[in-house]
């Protein structure tokens, strides 16, 4: 079983600052890539950034691009994602996700991975 979960989402103003962590647990032994993803209302879900199990390889949506950083602490089972200078079109719910591959990450689509968290709200206010 393969089990993450959000945490660290809430409401903030414009041009703040919030860190989300996912934590991961169940197959750490299968180095999977991960990845968060965010759904505003009305729209799809949408890739935001993704990391191998490494680290060595990122990859960001170009919107969040400079302002976004996402990292891991493979020794802590969490993947994290640091999210500054926050506009209002951020708002939306953002998804720990996670897939068996060594590849290099890319922008992708929610059906590229298989494993995903609850979710947890990020809410900018402005």
């Known amino acids: 079983q393969v089990q993450l979960v959000e945490s660290g989402g809430g409401l903030v103003q414009a041009g703040g600052s919030v860190r989300l962590s996912c934590t991961f647990s169940g197959r750490t032994f299968d180095r999977f890539a991960m990845a968060w993803f965010r759904q505003a209302p009305g729209k799809e879900r949408d890739f935001v950034a993704g990391i191998t199990w490494g680290g060595g390889s990122t990859a960001y949506t170009d919107s969040v691009k400079g302002r976004f950083t996402i990292n891991r602490d493979n020794a802590k089972n969490t993947l994290y994602l640091q999210m500054n200078s926050l506009k209002s079109e951020d708002t939306a719910v953002y998804y720990c996700?996670?897939?068996?591959?060594?590849?290099?990450?890319?922008?992708?689509?929610?059906?590229?991975?298989?494993?995903w968290g609850q979710g947890t709200q990020v809410t900018v206010s402005s």
């Open positions: 996700a996670a897939r068996q591959s060594l590849a290099v990450v890319r922008v992708a689509g929610r059906g590229e991975y298989p494993y």
